[in-house]
Every structure is written in structure tokens, then in C-alpha cells.
């Protein structure tokens, strides 16, 4: 079955980085649209940064010059380099892919941001 595995969340201090992965298995990752969300305690879960199969992105205004979404396809992974992060940047991130009419996600990761 299709599998999207996160990877480098953790706990940082405002202003620090993080590099989140999402290593895909069982599809065929070139033709998936990509996206990041990400869930904060009580809040819905928002799209963060997508990236299309031809490698077009976007970003919600919130993390525009900060964050940085990019895809390996031959690794069948994709990534979010975070920077300058925030308080408010604090959520469980989740990988997604989508197809046509098939999406999947992955199981999610912490990230914390506080001093």
C-alpha cells in the first residue's frame, strides 16, 4: 500500500530551522501533485506550500520568505525547509499527495517552536 513517512520535525527555538521530508513508497511520485499542511491545537488544518508534478509551487502568505517547499523525484521524496521559524509556525505537519481522484497522506509530524 501507498506509504508517506515525515521525517526532521522537532522542538526549536524562534528564528531556527527545520528541514521536514516526506519519503513516498508504492506510487508513482512524478505524477503527484505534493503539498504540506499543518494542524495547531484547536485549529483546522490549513495548506501550508504545494508543489505541482512539473515543480510549480505556492505558499500561504503566512510563510512566504521563510519557508521553501521543493521535490526529489528520483528519490520520491519532498521537502520543507523552514526558516526563521515562529511560535505560530507550532503544528503537527502532514505530507499529501494527490492524483486525479487518489490523495493520501502522511501520519504527521510535531513541530514545536518555542524558547
Known amino acids: 500500500q501507498v506509504q508517506l513517512v515525515e521525517s526532521g520535525g522537532g522542538f526549536v527555538q524562534p528564528g531556527g530551522s527545520l528541514r521536514l521530508s516526506c519519503a513516498a513508497s508504492?506510487?508513482?511520485?512524478?505524477?503527484?501533485?505534493m503539498a504540506w499542511y499543518r494542524q495547531a491545537p484547536g485549529k483546522q488544518r490549513e495548506l501550508v506550500a504545494t508543489?505541482?508534478?512539473?515543480?510549480?509551487?505556492n505558499y500561504v502568505d503566512s510563510v512566504k520568505g521563510r519557508f521553501t517547499i521543493s521535490r526529489d523525484n528520483a528519490k520520491k521524496t519532498m521537502y520543507l525547509q523552514m526558516n526563521s521559524l515562529k511560535p505560530e509556525d507550532t503544528a503537527v505537519y502532514y505530507c499529501?499527495?494527490?492524483?486525479?481522484?487518489?490523495?493520501?497522506w502522511g501520519q504527521g509530524i510535531q513541530v514545536t517552536v518555542s524558547s
Open positions: 499529501n499527495a494527490v492524483w486525479v481522484h487518489l490523495t493520501y
Open positions: 508504492r506510487i508513482n511520485f512524478s505524477n503527484y501533485g
Open positions: 508543489v505541482t508534478s512539473g515543480g510549480n509551487t
